[in-house]
């Protein structure tokens, strides 16, 4: 089934004309529960890994032998997913309870030591074929294939994420990896991924504001701020309104207006840059300043090659939810892969346009 992202509510360039000139797309990936195979672009599925390479590993020195295993996340997850599945929703039956607290045990794994390989999580592996804003990769390479640590334990803070892609032709993939290794214990939930496959979408994107020339994202938050200044007024009158219909004995009848969401639409959240796992576009740097992110080896100003994205829209206005999702509430179909990334924020890879065989980087918003 496919998903349609909705009409913006406003046409950006009808308001500003000079966004035409910055108008991009992205693909928006559309992860949603299902049974990949390794023949299929996914989330949380089966990687095309030849049975003779050998799986890539974290070999950092961290703490690595104390965590909940996999199979009991996928195990806790089943038994929400039924709850919320009952009708009304009354939440997890005491039974499931019980479980759920047996499953959310943490286990020491002895022996392991803080340097021995740790096979690194699969998270996602995407075609070419299937997604259009997806670049080749080195060599013309037509598969991207994405894992990660599942601890948070890296760089020099020592909470930081640690990404590893992998590109490869898949025509050149003989004999498929059966069983590939996987950690005995993972030190977030938020890295491991549900099996979801993609119902790719290319849509219109535009860059974050802070990155367009100074006098365009003024207006544009000048705007913004006019906008809003007058729905608070109004919302202020009417306030006032109601409690003089209140003290007359009468009732105020209000004609609308006073802060409905769609007259709060803001180019940041509603008109630039979607929300989700996509492919392209631009980044968003809405926790932090923009920083320059360059290639280490060339110093070639870097483009976004991926967002992994802890939700797929979001609780308020939700104007970017699938049109053939527009009645389901955001929890917990709005985390279909169940990657959470920090504190429910989400990471941007670059990847360098003059040479994609140069490592990539990435940013954690």
Known sequence: MTKTTPPRPLDVEALFPELAAYRGTTTRLHPRPGSPDVTASSVGGPMLW?????WPVCTEAHPRRSGRR????????????????????????????????????????????????????????????????????????DLLQVFCCPFDAHGPTRYGMLLHLRWRRSAEVGDVLASPPQPQVVGSD????????????????????????EDLCDRIYAREDALEEAL??????????????????????????????????????????????????????????????????????????????????????????????RDLAPHPFATPTKVIVGRAGEAN????????????????Q
């Open 50 to 54: 030849p049975a003779d390479e050998p």
């Open 190 to 213: 938020g890295y491991v991924p549900e099996p979801c496959v993609l119902q790719p979408e290319q849509v219109v994107t535009y860059p974050f504001a802070g990155l367009l020339p």
């Open 349 to 364: 890879i670059f990847a360098c346009p003059a040479d994609p065989g140069h490592p990539h980087r990435w940013s954690i």
């Open 70 to 141: 996999p199979a009991d996340i996928h195990r806790g997850r089943q038994i929400l997913d039924r709850a919320w599945a009952r009708s009304p929703f009354r939440g997890p039956t005491e039974e499931d309870r019980q479980l759920l607290d047996e499953l959310s045990r943490r286990h020491r794994i002895p022996g392991l030591s803080d340097t021995d390989p740790l096979p690194l999580v699969a998270l996602a592996q995407l075609y070419r074929r299937d997604i259009p804003d997806l670049p080749a990769g080195p060599d013309d390479c």
């Open 232 to 325: 608070e007024e109004e919302a202020l009158e009417e306030e006032a309104l109601d409690e003089e219909a209140e003290q007359e004995g009468t009732e105020y009848d209000s004609e609308g207006g006073g802060g409905d969401d769609d007259e709060l639409i803001r180019y940041q959240y509603d008109l630039s840059i979607p929300p989700g796992w996509r492919v392209g576009g631009f980044a968003s740097w809405h926790t932090t300043d923009p920083s320059p992110m360059d290639c280490l080896t060339c110093t070639a100003p870097m483009r976004l090659l991926l967002t992994i994205d802890s939700s797929e829209w979001d609780g308020g206005s939700g104007s970017w939810k699938p049109t053939e999702e």
